[in-house]
């Protein structure tokens, strides 16, 4: 599978205190950039994506959704990513998700898993760790995703 998502230094210089406390106060405080007027940061701790528009100079919140990310064995990246290819679905011969957005290499939000033909749900679970890495969103949040957030949109994982 083609991926075009780029990652940026990982040791972009952020300031994390408050991550998990006030993502506003995070997006904003740290005068995050990016090419669009969109931004996602997904807290892989607390299980949240947060989706942000830019209004003038600040970081409005438009969402806090909860997410399904990596299990301790296939953890999700971290670090500073710009949004790359998107995919209306994928999948193989035993599941599927729709609205697929890449961070970077194999690393997509998406929505939850279908079964191969995308027609019923197999797994709908959010708020946990149990994925290989990728970010689950519930269906029309990724669909959001998919349709609003631009291609070098930036992403924040920590």
Known sequence: MESNGVRLN????LDYTNFNKDMSDFAN????????????????KNKYTYIFEKNKE???MLYKWSCTVGK???????????????YPAIGDE???????????DE????????NETGLSIKDDRLGVAISHGC????????????ENVREESTIIIY
Do not use: E, M, Q
């Open 10 to 13: 990982k040791n972009t210089n």
């Open 29 to 44: 405080k740290n005068n995050i950039n990016s090419k669009t007027d969109y931004l996602i940061i997904t807290s892989t």
């Open 58 to 60: 600040a970081w409005d």
């Open 72 to 86: 301790n064995s296939t953890p999700t990246i971290s670090g500073v990513f710009f949004v790359g290819i998107k």
């Open 94 to 104: 035993n599941s599927s998700v729709k609205y697929a957005t890449n961070i970077t």
């Open 107 to 114: 690393y997509y939000y998406h929505s939850i898993i279908y």
């Open 135 to 146: 970010i689950r969103l519930a269906t029309s949040s990724a669909k959001w995703i998919y």
